[in-house]
């Protein structure tokens, strides 16, 4: 008695972060007869994580965000980012294979590990960028007020730049110098003086200079965490 031909169909579908399931791909077998008969077997596609190029900043800088939104933003659109200074506005430049990728293209699990737990929180609402463009105005308006602290305080500092961050919780001023002593020096006295919450952001001949935070918190070299109300 021979063997009965069998055709089997099957759904096809796609296989997305919500668990629903992919195409199906078929291998053969021989049979008693010879006859390769095809079998189902799931294929399961990877996902490619992606990470962004975000430029943020009144004096700018570029950095790379792991990005949970999908699809993803184009250039040139809007979005809230965390940063190592706080939640601020950027712009997407580019989208990138995220560390989650090998370089064979075969998805691995090992998390991203970013500096200060950077990533992309959102895309950009209106009333951000209108939130945005306020707190960028009222920063400009009291650029001259900080420049005379500075003199006051006799600080060997020159401000360049000062903004706040999108949520209003803290307020970097970019200043030429270098940082050391004097980054030091005028987040504490800020502090003392009952102003808002500041962080100092030393900018050089090269672009901006790193940070160095002391590892117990508090007033480091970029005066992070210092100051009182606003």
Not at 23 to 30: E, I, K, Q, R
Not at 39 to 52: A, Y
Not at 165 to 170: H, I, S
């Amino acid at each position: 008695m021979g063997i009965e031909q069998c055709t089997i169909r099957c759904r096809t579908g796609n296989l997305n972060r919500k668990g629903s399931l992919g195409p199906l791909a078929v291998y053969h077998s021989p049979t008693r007869d010879g006859y390769n008969q095809p079998h189902p077997t799931w294929k399961v596609p990877h996902v490619m994580p992606t990470d962004l190029l975000v430029r943020y900043g009144a004096i700018p800088e570029v950095g790379r965000f792991p990005c949970d939104i999908e699809p993803p933003p184009p250039r040139g659109r809007a979005v809230v980012v965390q940063t190592p200074r706080g939640v601020e506005l950027g712009t997407v430049l580019e989208a990138v294979r995220g560390a989650g990728s090998s370089t064979n293209g075969h998805a691995h699990h090992e998390p991203a590990e970013e500096p200060g737990g950077q990533r992309v929180l959102r895309i950009a609402a209106s009333e951000e960028l209108t939130a945005a463009e306020t707190s960028r105005a009222d920063a400009q308006a009291s650029f001259e007020s900080w420049r005379q602290r500075m003199v006051d305080w006799k600080l060997q500092l020159d401000l360049l730049d000062l903004e706040w961050t999108l949520d209003r919780q803290k307020l970097l001023l970019y200043v030429l110098g270098g940082r050391g002593p004097e980054t030091t020096r005028l987040a504490l006295l800020a502090a003392a003086a009952g102003l808002a919450k500041i962080e100092v952001q030393p900018v050089g001949a090269d672009g901006l200079q790193p940070v160095e935070k002391p590892a117990g918190g508090g007033c480091g070299s970029g005066g992070g965490g210092c100051g009182g109300s606003h």
